[in-house]
């Protein structure tokens, strides 16, 4: 009995880990449409179309991203969620590069980019070893997450009509705090093996890392942008 308990955790383990890994790599292989996507846009100057409809164009760009979540959702099961990843990637790449192209008209936008690089990569190694190491689990943490994103998404919306620097600053800070804590959320729910897809662990860690980074560098932008 108790050859077959520890044959049983073995295999857990290792599906965990399995888990674990496929999100690591197909983490690092949406870095590629993703880049895609933040080069095309900035060629094409993409921010043409926020800057024609400040409001239309990003809430149009929200519903895309939304439809193409619930997609890679309903098709997580299979080949096709990997690709539909891929596609909803590149789209954020898209977006990306509005806030790229801004960063760069500052003198020092380079080396913005490359802080926000690096605080994005020190949060999610931070994380990491924070989520492997602790011994409890987070899912208690999820409900407040979660309904700390709602707010924040109403929030973001409103003041696409307000357009209130105050607000946004405030907004951004929270972004950047609380996709950390749902990196911490998420990558614990997958060392612990409360999520069994990778395409979906993928997905939740993505939008963590983006969110982080769009954020720092926003922040850095107001506090360390160099006009001259």
Known sequence: MDRTLNTGSLDLAQSRNKVLRNTYNLLALSMLPTAAG??????FHFS?????????????????????????????NSSAGVGLLLAFTFVMGLMLSVTLERTLRFSNGGTLIALAAGGTSVIFFGM???????????????QFLFI???????????????????LHLALTV????????????????IIRGGETNYISATLSVYLDLYNIFVSLLQI???FGGDRD
């Not at 990491?128 to 999820?142: F, P, T, V």
């Open 38 to 43: 933040a080069w095309l846009g900035m060629q």
């Open 48 to 76: 043409s179309l926020f800057a024609g409809s400040p409001i239309m164009g990003p809430l149009l760009m929200l519903g895309v991203m939304i439809g193409l979540m619930f997609a890679i959702q309903r098709t997580r």
């Open 128 to 142: 990491s070893a924070l989520a492997s190491s602790i011994k409890r689990d987070l899912s208690g943490m999820g």
């Open 148 to 166: 700390g994103t709602l707010l924040l998404l109403v929030a973001g919306i409103a003041n696409l009509f307000f357009q209130l620097p105050a």
């Open 174 to 189: 929270i972004t950047c705090g609380l996709f950390s804590a749902w990196l911490l959320f998420d990558l614990n729910r």
């Open 220 to 222: 850095l932008g107001i």
